[in-house]
């Protein structure tokens, strides 16, 4: 069965800095639905300060086993798309995306480069129906009463 799979494009930003050591920064700027067939980059804004890059051709592919990140997402107060990046002959390049918090943070902890954009309201309910068909909370773990403790666990804890 394949995984459920939405196309976006992914807007790149690259704004000069007021920085003695570097001129400008790349980041993730926004994503957009896209259900284009085109795939190729292209310029959207150039000016002398910044430009933006469309990148098209991108999916945000939804993993079962990431639904609980997918669902801390959906539940926080600025839900994100997060995009996996590298700089590539002194151009961003977006390179996957996710929605789940837990995907993000590790590919954070990998020393990748990612920023989380806003979540446009179509991918949130898109999102959002997926956690509600399929998300089961873990069961809290049952802590055994007292009694059933050796006494000398009970002494101890």
Do not use: C
Not at 11 to 29: F, I, S, T
Not at 31 to 42: F, I, M, S
Not at 116 to 142: D, K, L, T
């Amino acid at each position: 069965m394949p995984k459920p799979s939405l196309p976006l494009a992914v807007v790149m930003q690259w704004r000069r800095l007021n920085n003695r050591w570097v001129d400008g920064a790349w980041e993730a700027w926004s994503v957009l639905p896209g259900e284009r067939d085109e795939t190729a980059p292209r310029i959207l804004v150039r000016e002398p300060d910044f430009v933006q890059w469309l990148h098209p051709g991108l999916h945000l592919v939804l993993h079962r086993d990431e639904i609980a990140g997918y669902q801390f997402n959906l539940t926080a107060t600025r839900p994100r798309v997060f995009v996996l990046w590298r700089e590539d002959d002194e151009q961003g390049v977006p390179i996957e995306l996710s929605a789940s918090f837990d995907e993000a943070s590790r590919w954070a902890d990998g020393g990748h480069l990612v920023d989380g954009v806003v979540m446009p309201p179509s991918v949130f309910a898109w999102i959002g129906a997926y956690v509600e068909a399929n998300y089961r909370p873990e069961p809290e773990p049952r802590i055994k009463p007292r009694s059933f403790r050796s006494p000398r666990d009970r002494v101890l804890g």
